[in-house]
Protein backbone atom coordinates (compact mmCIF):
# COMPACT_ATOMS: atom_id res chain seq x y z
CA UNK A 1 0.00 0.00 0.00
CA UNK A 2 2.51 2.77 1.06
CA UNK A 3 4.76 1.48 -2.20
CA UNK A 4 0.94 2.04 -4.08
CA UNK A 5 0.72 5.71 -2.38
CA UNK A 6 3.94 6.80 -3.28
CA UNK A 7 3.42 5.37 -6.72
CA UNK A 8 0.06 7.19 -7.08
CA UNK A 9 2.30 10.34 -5.43
CA UNK A 10 4.54 10.29 -8.58
CA UNK A 11 2.44 10.19 -10.67
CA UNK A 12 0.12 13.04 -9.06
CA UNK A 13 3.79 15.35 -8.86
CA UNK A 14 4.20 14.30 -12.67
CA UNK A 15 0.82 15.15 -13.54
CA UNK A 16 1.18 18.43 -12.24
CA UNK A 17 5.26 19.16 -13.73
CA UNK A 18 3.15 18.48 -17.05
CA UNK A 19 -0.09 20.54 -16.19
CA UNK A 20 2.35 23.21 -15.56
CA UNK A 21 4.49 23.17 -18.22
CA UNK A 22 1.31 23.18 -20.45
CA UNK A 23 -0.03 26.22 -18.66
CA UNK A 24 2.75 27.92 -20.23
CA UNK A 25 1.71 28.57 -23.24
CA UNK A 26 -2.38 28.58 -22.62
CA UNK A 27 -1.36 31.44 -19.80
CA UNK A 28 0.11 33.55 -22.94
CA UNK A 29 -2.50 32.60 -25.59
CA UNK A 30 -4.70 34.07 -22.47
CA UNK A 31 -2.74 36.80 -22.03
CA UNK A 32 -3.03 38.16 -25.83
CA UNK A 33 -6.43 38.62 -26.04
CA UNK A 34 -6.33 40.86 -22.80
CA UNK A 35 -3.63 42.87 -24.86
CA UNK A 36 -6.47 43.19 -27.42
CA UNK A 37 -8.78 44.07 -24.51
CA UNK A 38 -6.82 46.37 -23.50
CA UNK A 39 -6.20 48.36 -27.12
CA UNK A 40 -9.94 48.09 -27.71
CA UNK A 41 -10.57 49.97 -24.46
CA UNK A 42 -9.05 53.28 -25.63
CA UNK A 43 -10.33 52.92 -29.39
CA UNK A 44 -13.74 53.81 -28.51
CA UNK A 45 -12.36 57.65 -27.73
CA UNK A 46 -10.52 57.28 -30.84
CA UNK A 47 -13.16 55.82 -32.59
CA UNK A 48 -15.19 59.31 -32.32
CA UNK A 49 -16.60 60.76 -35.70
CA UNK A 50 -14.53 63.46 -36.88
CA UNK A 51 -17.79 65.74 -36.17
CA UNK A 52 -18.12 64.15 -32.46
CA UNK A 53 -14.24 65.04 -32.12
CA UNK A 54 -15.08 68.57 -33.29
CA UNK A 55 -18.07 69.06 -30.91
CA UNK A 56 -16.06 68.23 -28.10
CA UNK A 57 -13.18 70.13 -28.96
CA UNK A 58 -15.56 73.08 -28.90
CA UNK A 59 -13.95 74.72 -32.02
CA UNK A 60 -13.78 73.70 -35.72
CA UNK A 61 -10.42 74.57 -37.69
CA UNK A 62 -10.45 76.13 -41.14
CA UNK A 63 -7.53 76.08 -43.28
CA UNK A 64 -8.18 78.31 -46.05
CA UNK A 65 -5.75 80.72 -48.96
CA UNK A 66 -6.56 84.31 -48.69
CA UNK A 67 -4.72 86.15 -51.42
CA UNK A 68 -8.73 84.82 -53.34
CA UNK A 69 -10.86 87.98 -53.40
CA UNK A 70 -13.78 87.83 -53.16
CA UNK A 71 -13.63 84.21 -51.79
CA UNK A 72 -11.10 85.31 -48.68
CA UNK A 73 -8.38 87.83 -48.89
CA UNK A 74 -6.76 90.35 -46.01
CA UNK A 75 -8.31 93.67 -45.03
CA UNK A 76 -7.12 96.17 -42.37
CA UNK A 77 -10.17 96.23 -40.20
CA UNK A 78 -9.42 99.10 -37.46
CA UNK A 79 -6.05 98.56 -38.19
CA UNK A 80 -5.73 94.88 -37.53
CA UNK A 81 -5.49 92.55 -40.04
CA UNK A 82 -8.64 90.61 -40.60
CA UNK A 83 -9.38 87.72 -42.57
CA UNK A 84 -12.76 88.21 -44.30
CA UNK A 85 -14.49 86.95 -47.73
CA UNK A 86 -17.77 85.04 -48.56
CA UNK A 87 -15.77 81.46 -47.34
CA UNK A 88 -15.02 83.12 -44.11
CA UNK A 89 -19.10 83.77 -44.10
CA UNK A 90 -20.00 80.33 -44.72
CA UNK A 91 -17.40 79.14 -42.07
CA UNK A 92 -18.49 81.13 -39.33
CA UNK A 93 -22.02 79.77 -39.89
CA UNK A 94 -20.87 76.16 -40.48
CA UNK A 95 -19.44 76.79 -37.12
CA UNK A 96 -22.31 78.46 -35.47
CA UNK A 97 -24.99 75.37 -36.42
CA UNK A 98 -21.87 72.99 -34.92
CA UNK A 99 -21.81 75.49 -31.84
CA UNK A 100 -18.50 75.65 -31.82
CA UNK A 101 -16.32 78.16 -32.48
CA UNK A 102 -14.28 79.30 -35.83
CA UNK A 103 -10.22 79.31 -36.05
CA UNK A 104 -8.61 80.22 -38.95
CA UNK A 105 -5.47 79.11 -40.79
CA UNK A 106 -4.26 80.56 -43.57
CA UNK A 107 -1.34 79.07 -45.75
CA UNK A 108 -0.46 78.42 -49.24
CA UNK A 109 -3.08 77.04 -51.82
CA UNK A 110 -0.73 74.08 -52.28
CA UNK A 111 -0.45 73.25 -49.33
CA UNK A 112 -4.04 73.11 -47.83
CA UNK A 113 -4.76 69.27 -48.67
CA UNK A 114 -1.78 68.02 -46.96
CA UNK A 115 -2.68 70.16 -44.12
CA UNK A 116 -5.95 68.63 -43.81
CA UNK A 117 -4.87 65.23 -44.36
CA UNK A 118 -2.47 65.10 -41.31
CA UNK A 119 -5.55 66.61 -39.23
CA UNK A 120 -3.56 69.85 -38.84
CA UNK A 121 -7.34 71.59 -39.81
CA UNK A 122 -10.57 70.41 -40.21
CA UNK A 123 -11.77 71.49 -43.17
CA UNK A 124 -11.11 73.90 -46.11
CA UNK A 125 -13.12 77.02 -47.69
CA UNK A 126 -10.43 78.29 -50.19
CA UNK A 127 -12.22 78.02 -53.24
CA UNK A 128 -11.71 74.66 -53.92
CA UNK A 129 -13.10 73.06 -57.01
CA UNK A 130 -13.80 69.21 -56.13
CA UNK A 131 -12.08 67.23 -58.77
CA UNK A 132 -12.11 63.57 -59.49
CA UNK A 133 -8.18 63.50 -58.43
CA UNK A 134 -9.09 65.37 -55.48
CA UNK A 135 -12.27 63.22 -54.59
CA UNK A 136 -9.81 60.34 -54.27
CA UNK A 137 -7.99 61.45 -50.98
CA UNK A 138 -10.80 63.66 -49.48
CA UNK A 139 -15.01 64.21 -48.88
CA UNK A 140 -16.35 67.19 -50.66
CA UNK A 141 -19.89 68.72 -49.25
CA UNK A 142 -22.15 70.15 -52.60
CA UNK A 143 -20.96 72.58 -54.61
CA UNK A 144 -21.75 76.58 -53.21
CA UNK A 145 -20.75 78.14 -55.67
CA UNK A 146 -19.36 78.12 -59.30
CA UNK A 147 -17.55 80.71 -61.42
CA UNK A 148 -16.02 80.50 -64.90
CA UNK A 149 -12.74 80.62 -65.71
CA UNK A 150 -10.82 83.79 -67.21
CA UNK A 151 -7.48 84.81 -68.33
CA UNK A 152 -6.22 87.77 -68.00
CA UNK A 153 -3.72 90.29 -70.24
CA UNK A 154 -2.09 93.56 -69.88
CA UNK A 155 -4.34 96.32 -71.49
CA UNK A 156 -2.04 97.37 -73.90
CA UNK A 157 -1.96 93.70 -75.01
CA UNK A 158 -5.83 92.99 -75.08
CA UNK A 159 -5.93 92.94 -79.02
CA UNK A 160 -2.98 90.89 -79.11
CA UNK A 161 -4.13 87.73 -77.53
CA UNK A 162 -7.44 87.39 -78.18
CA UNK A 163 -7.62 83.44 -78.70
CA UNK A 164 -5.72 80.52 -77.40
CA UNK A 165 -3.26 80.25 -80.41
CA UNK A 166 -2.20 83.85 -80.36
CA UNK A 167 -0.36 82.43 -76.68
CA UNK A 168 1.58 79.48 -78.39
CA UNK A 169 5.33 79.72 -77.01
CA UNK A 170 4.38 82.39 -74.58
CA UNK A 171 4.42 82.07 -70.82
CA UNK A 172 1.19 81.85 -69.27
CA UNK A 173 0.61 81.85 -65.08
CA UNK A 174 -1.43 80.12 -62.92
CA UNK A 175 -1.81 79.44 -59.28
CA UNK A 176 0.28 76.18 -57.85
CA UNK A 177 -1.48 73.52 -56.79
CA UNK A 178 -4.84 75.24 -58.48
CA UNK A 179 -7.03 73.67 -61.34
CA UNK A 180 -5.56 76.52 -63.17
CA UNK A 181 -2.44 74.66 -63.71
CA UNK A 182 -3.72 71.94 -65.29
CA UNK A 183 -6.24 73.81 -67.31
CA UNK A 184 -3.20 75.72 -68.75
CA UNK A 185 -1.40 71.87 -69.08
CA UNK A 186 -4.43 70.81 -70.82
CA UNK A 187 -5.75 73.50 -72.90
CA UNK A 188 -3.08 75.53 -73.67
CA UNK A 189 -0.39 73.14 -74.29
CA UNK A 190 2.14 75.30 -76.68
CA UNK A 191 2.29 77.78 -73.93
CA UNK A 192 5.21 77.86 -71.19
CA UNK A 193 3.12 77.40 -67.66
CA UNK A 194 4.60 79.47 -64.70
CA UNK A 195 3.05 78.48 -61.62
CA UNK A 196 3.76 80.25 -58.18
CA UNK A 197 2.10 79.94 -54.98
CA UNK A 198 0.38 83.69 -54.45
CA UNK A 199 -2.30 84.88 -56.62
CA UNK A 200 -0.72 88.56 -56.01
CA UNK A 201 2.79 87.60 -56.91
CA UNK A 202 0.97 85.88 -59.94
CA UNK A 203 -0.88 89.69 -61.10
CA UNK A 204 2.64 91.50 -60.45
CA UNK A 205 4.67 88.71 -62.82
CA UNK A 206 1.61 89.73 -65.40
CA UNK A 207 1.75 93.59 -64.56
CA UNK A 208 5.74 93.52 -64.86
CA UNK A 209 5.37 91.40 -67.90
CA UNK A 210 7.56 88.55 -66.50
CA UNK A 211 4.31 86.18 -68.35
CA UNK A 212 1.76 87.34 -71.04
CA UNK A 213 -1.22 85.98 -69.70
CA UNK A 214 -2.72 84.86 -66.63
CA UNK A 215 -5.48 82.09 -65.95
CA UNK A 216 -7.71 82.74 -62.86
CA UNK A 217 -11.51 82.32 -61.77
CA UNK A 218 -13.61 85.60 -62.87
CA UNK A 219 -14.87 86.79 -59.94
CA UNK A 220 -11.57 86.79 -58.52
CA UNK A 221 -9.84 88.46 -61.57
CA UNK A 222 -12.69 91.28 -61.72
CA UNK A 223 -11.63 91.72 -57.80
CA UNK A 224 -7.87 92.35 -58.86
CA UNK A 225 -8.69 94.31 -62.02
CA UNK A 226 -10.97 96.65 -60.68
CA UNK A 227 -7.87 98.55 -58.45
CA UNK A 228 -5.60 97.57 -61.91
CA UNK A 229 -6.27 99.52 -64.54
CA UNK A 230 -3.34 98.34 -66.71
CA UNK A 231 -5.11 94.37 -66.59
CA UNK A 232 -7.95 93.49 -68.44
CA UNK A 233 -10.21 90.42 -68.72
CA UNK A 234 -8.89 88.99 -72.38
CA UNK A 235 -11.39 87.44 -74.93
CA UNK A 236 -10.17 83.79 -74.79
CA UNK A 237 -12.48 81.32 -74.36
CA UNK A 238 -11.90 78.31 -71.78
CA UNK A 239 -13.94 75.42 -70.95
CA UNK A 240 -15.58 75.95 -67.87
CA UNK A 241 -16.27 72.25 -66.31
CA UNK A 242 -14.58 71.61 -62.91
CA UNK A 243 -15.09 75.22 -61.80
CA UNK A 244 -17.58 74.92 -58.80
CA UNK A 245 -16.46 75.43 -55.12
CA UNK A 246 -16.85 72.70 -52.41
CA UNK A 247 -16.01 72.74 -48.53
CA UNK A 248 -13.53 69.67 -48.13
CA UNK A 249 -12.79 67.25 -45.25
CA UNK A 250 -10.87 64.36 -44.35
CA UNK A 251 -11.76 61.33 -46.48
CA UNK A 252 -14.56 59.12 -44.03
CA UNK A 253 -15.70 62.10 -42.85
CA UNK A 254 -19.74 61.62 -43.46
CA UNK A 255 -21.45 62.90 -40.53
CA UNK A 256 -19.64 66.15 -41.18
CA UNK A 257 -20.01 66.16 -45.03
CA UNK A 258 -23.59 66.08 -43.82
CA UNK A 259 -23.60 68.55 -41.38
CA UNK A 260 -21.91 71.34 -43.47
CA UNK A 261 -24.59 70.12 -46.50
CA UNK A 262 -27.28 70.96 -44.02
CA UNK A 263 -25.83 74.23 -43.28
CA UNK A 264 -25.29 75.25 -46.84
CA UNK A 265 -28.55 74.48 -47.89
CA UNK A 266 -29.72 77.05 -45.53
CA UNK A 267 -27.60 79.78 -46.97
CA UNK A 268 -28.89 78.44 -50.33
CA UNK A 269 -32.33 78.55 -49.64
CA UNK A 270 -32.20 82.15 -48.77
CA UNK A 271 -29.89 83.44 -51.61
CA UNK A 272 -27.36 84.25 -48.55
CA UNK A 273 -24.51 83.15 -50.30
CA UNK A 274 -25.35 85.75 -53.28
CA UNK A 275 -25.61 88.42 -50.78
CA UNK A 276 -22.30 87.61 -48.99
CA UNK A 277 -20.54 87.63 -52.34
CA UNK A 278 -21.94 90.66 -52.76
CA UNK A 279 -21.02 91.88 -49.39
CA UNK A 280 -17.39 90.60 -49.96
CA UNK A 281 -17.19 92.20 -53.36
CA UNK A 282 -17.71 95.67 -51.12
CA UNK A 283 -15.02 95.27 -48.79
CA UNK A 284 -12.28 93.82 -52.12
CA UNK A 285 -9.30 96.43 -52.34
CA UNK A 286 -6.34 94.81 -53.60
CA UNK A 287 -3.59 96.93 -54.67
N1 LIG B 1 -10.81 76.65 -57.94
C1 LIG B 1 -9.41 76.44 -58.07
C2 LIG B 1 -9.01 75.11 -57.49
O1 LIG B 1 -9.77 74.43 -56.96
C3 LIG B 1 -8.58 77.55 -57.47
C4 LIG B 1 -8.82 77.87 -56.04
C5 LIG B 1 -7.76 78.77 -55.47
N2 LIG B 1 -8.11 79.21 -54.15
C6 LIG B 1 -7.40 80.11 -53.40
N3 LIG B 1 -7.87 80.43 -52.24
N4 LIG B 1 -6.30 80.63 -53.86
O2 LIG B 1 -7.88 74.71 -57.56
Known amino acids: MTKNKAIIFMLLCFTLIVSACGT ?3 ATTADKPATGGDAAATTPASKDSKLE ?3 KAGKIVLGTSADYPPYEF ?5 KKDEIIGFDIEIAKEIAKDLGVTLEIKDMKYEGLLAALDSGNIDFILAGMTPTEERKKNVDFSKIYYTAIQRVAVRAEDKDKYKSIDDLKGKKVAGQKGAT ?6 EQMPDSELKALGKISDLMLELKNKKVEALVVEQPVAEAYLSKNKDLVLADIKLSTEDSGSA ?3 KKGSSDLVEAMNKTLDRLMGAKSIDKMVAEANEQVDTQ
Request: glycine share 0%; proline share 5%.
Open 24 to 26: KPA
Open 53 to 55: QIK
Open 180 to 185: QEKIIK
Open 74 to 78: HKEIN
Open 247 to 249: IAV
